[in-house]
């Protein structure tokens, strides 16, 4: 028995490190025997597999067309509407008695979305809003009856702008938005047709925002020329004398950059996607025959990862502000009961990103942040730091084979400070035609410093899963 706490404490933790130690070491263990084990059988599934014919780059140092790489003018629009009525009835029995449920839930949604970008302007404006009403009767056992009505109300909304200056890499940042949620609910409750109880209550919650700030640098993603030249790489597998030149591989590119705008346009994105591209470059893609043309328009589905290409550095302060309503209502006694709370946040932050591409099989990436969050409504003076630094490697192992290791670390400071280390990798490997395998593993380790004691937390964590195809056929 301890009698000192400070000795005592120094004791179990001693030993939790200790079990830790050995935990960790024999968890590690089993860990890489397992992932060894699975890299070894997707290669040899792989080699055995009725693969597509697959073809990588022809010169993996030439990156010169991603630094010449500029986003093209472009943007789509979106109004719709969505409806939907649900309804759900259930039968019950218990002993010799039986009830019944019955649920009805009706939602409607119309939204509109609009999206432009180019080199000097990146816009986004969205309005989203949404009425639900929901019904549940629930007769229960014993003659009780409980009737439930819920009519719900959310509005959300949002506009930013970053506008960069003629010909320099200085930008200005803005925007605002929020989302207001309004909900009403009503219950009655009966037991042998009396009523028991009857309530209502009334929510409301508002959550707006204020952004605006100014930055340096610029990053691109240069995801549409990858693309352009493993098009012009499949071409030239395919040995039909066609060979894409520079204003190809440029025009190409562009024409890369809008492919999510035709899948928010169109039904039949691809169909119209490919036609434009045949206009855009010069060589005539609707005169290959139709296996070759499966095979160049597949560059869709590489899996590429998200490549970027620059840096930039954003100084930026936010204002939130929250305000909360809640009202009770007895119909019976005739008592009611409301509280409305209000919360306006400080919050500046600086971040910074960094992107290179190695060559085109490798790229690395640095990002870091630090912010301060003032709850300016709050006599606690309630406030604290967050610091988050995060490192990433993206290696393209085969033109089917992805790794992305990465490193990060968060911090938040206050009075109960808290911290996280986390480092893991992703791996997915694409068998065309048969087999898709992917796993990732992770280990992250958490001290949190309470008021009376320190909390530590190691975890791994490993996933791996796979799909195949028994039979793709045509009959």
């Not at 005592?8 to 070491?25: A, G, Y």
């Not at 393209?396 to 968060?410: E, G, V």
Request: with cysteine; aromatic share 14%; hydrophobic share 35%.
């Amino acid at each position: 028995m301890c009698f000192e706490f400070k000795s005592c404490q120094f004791d179990i933790n001693l030993n939790l490190s200790e079990f830790n130690q050995r935990f960790l070491l024999n968890l590690s263990r089993t860990v890489m025997k397992r992932l060894l084990l699975l890299l070894l059988t997707s290669i040899l599934i792989s080699t055995a597999a009725s693969a597509q014919e697959s073809v990588g780059f022809s010169d993996t140092d030439n990156i010169q067309p991603l630094l010449d790489y500029r986003l093209p003018a472009w943007g789509y629009t979106n109004l719709f509407w969505d409806f939907s009525l649900n309804s759900d009835l259930q039968g019950i029995n218990l002993d010799e008695e039986s009830r019944s449920l019955s649920e009805i839930n009706a939602n409607l949604s119309p939204s509109y979305y609009r999206f432009y970008e180019s080199e000097n302007r990146l816009s986004t404006r969205s309005l989203s809003p949404r009425i639900n009403y929901s019904r549940v009767n629930n007769p229960g056992f014993a003659q009780d009856d409980n009737l439930r009505r819920n009519l719900q109300f959310v509005l959300n909304g949002s506009v930013s702008e970053r506008f960069y200056f003629d010909r320099k890499d200085l930008f200005i940042v803005g925007g605002f938005g929020g989302f207001l949620r309004q909900n009403r609910l009503k219950q009655l409750q009966r037991t042998d047709n009396d009523v028991v109880s009857e309530m209502e209550r009334l929510t409301r919650f508002l959550n707006s925002y204020v952004s605006s700030g100014i930055g340096y640098g610029r990053i691109r993603n240069v995801n549409p020329m990858i693309r352009s030249l493993r098009m012009n790489e499949r071409l030239n597998e395919l040995d039909t004398g066609e060979q894409m030149t520079i204003d190809d591989l440029r025009n190409a590119s562009e024409q890369f950059t809008r492919v999510s705008g035709y899948d928010e346009v169109y039904d039949r994105p691809e169909k119209y996607f490919w036609g434009d591209m045949d206009s855009e470059i010069s060589t005539q893609l609707m005169e290959l025959n139709p296996f070759d043309l499966f095979y160049l328009t597949d560059v869709l589905t590489e899996i590429i990862g998200q490549r970027l290409e620059g840096w930039e550095v954003i100084a930026r302060v936010n204002l939130i502000h929250m305000v909360s309503y809640s009202k009770n209502e007895n119909k019976i006694t005739g008592t009611e009961f409301s509280q409305l709370d209000r919360s306006t946040l400080l919050n500046p932050s600086i971040f910074g990103r960094w992107y290179k591409n190695l060559d085109l099989n490798n790229q690395i990436g640095l990002r870091a942040n630090i912010s301060y969050r003032h709850d300016l409504s709050n006599d606690k003076d309630f406030s604290y730091y967050e610091l988050g630094a995060r490192a990433e490697w993206l290696h393209n192992i085969t033109d089917r084979f992805l790794a992305q290791p990465f490193i990060s670390y968060q911090r938040r400071i206050n009075d109960l400070n808290f911290s996280d280390f986390t480092a893991g990798s992703s791996f997915n490997y694409f068998v065309e035609n048969n087999l898709s395998i992917f796993s990732s593993i992770q280990y992250s380790y958490t001290r949190n410093e309470l008021n009376i004691f320190t909390e530590t937390r190691n975890r791994f964590q490993f996933n791996a899963g796979m799909r195949y195809y028994m039979r793709r056929g045509l009959f």
